[in-house]
């Protein structure tokens, strides 16, 4: 089975809108930690958003938040106030356990935003 | 001043050559990794390292061997060169403990010819 699942290989929204970029992950350890990453079409990964398992809030960094549904195994990441340097491609990853060496990497969702 | 530094960035070469490259990071993690992005932009580890030490070793041809030589160097070298061996190839490194993200190099494109 897959551990992370992304089903929107590609997505688009307004200038200033706000998008939810979907991800369910797949786990039967009860100690992981989820996390977005971005790649703009320079090509390097840069490091969004991480939550742990054990979080009792969602996690906010700026105009990302991560909308995470611990039943449904679900990790959406909302972008509020979309720009035009948010278009790339996005990545949730998932580690398994606290000392999980291996980051299990989406297929990424690529974001276009409309002027 | 780089937290993960990759060279090169790109690199263009004939099938058949044998290429490396080098990652360093000054972060002070104790582990490094490699990862190959095709061009369908999936992710896949390779190898990763622990404090010097081989820890993951997916599926890779033995054409590819990693090198550590201390714990801030992992470099990828890559023997017989083939059109398929064509791809992102990324260094990362984390920390073990703690439950945060990898810090990736900027990427290596690798083109065989």
């Known amino acids: 089975a897959q551990k992370i699942t992304q089903t929107q290989p590609g997505m688009f929204v307004q200038e200033k809108e706000a998008v939810t970029l979907d991800c369910t992950y797949d786990?039967?350890?009860?100690?992981?930690?989820l996390f977005w990453y971005k790649q703009p079409s320079s090509g390097e990964m840069i490091f969004l958003i991480y939550?742990?398992?054990?979080?009792?809030q969602n996690a906010t960094e700026g105009r990302y938040s991560l909308n995470f549904q611990k039943a449904r195994k679900s990790a959406n990441l909302v972008i509020s106030a979309s720009q035009l340097g948010d278009s790339a491609m996005y990545f949730c990853?998932?580690?398994?356990?606290?000392?999980?060496?291996?980051?299990?990497f989406g297929t990424g969702t690529s974001l276009t935003v409309i002027p | 001043d780089t937290a993960v530094s990759q060279t090169p960035k790109y690199l263009v070469t004939q099938m058949g050559n044998d290429k490396s490259i080098k990652c360093e990071q000054n972060?002070?993690?104790?582990?490094m990794y490699w990862y190959k992005q095709d061009s369908k932009k999936f992710l896949k580890i390779m190898f990763s390292y622990n404090n010097k030490e081989l820890i993951i070793n997916e599926t890779v041809p033995n054409r590819f061997s990693p090198k550590s030589p201390d714990k801030a160097h992992l470099n990828l070298h890559i023997n017989s060169l083939e059109l398929g061996d064509s791809a992102v190839y990324f260094c990362?490194?984390?920390?073990?403990?703690?439950?945060?993200?990898?810090?990736f190099g900027s990427g290596t494109r690798l083109t065989v010819v």
């Open positions: 786990t039967s350890d009860p100690s992981y930690g």
């Open positions: 990853a998932m580690r398994e356990g606290r000392g999980g060496n291996q980051f299990y």
């Open positions: 972060l002070g993690h104790d582990t």
């Open positions: 990362a490194s984390g920390q073990t403990l703690g439950g945060y993200g990898y810090t």
């Open positions: 939550q742990g398992s054990y979080d009792q």
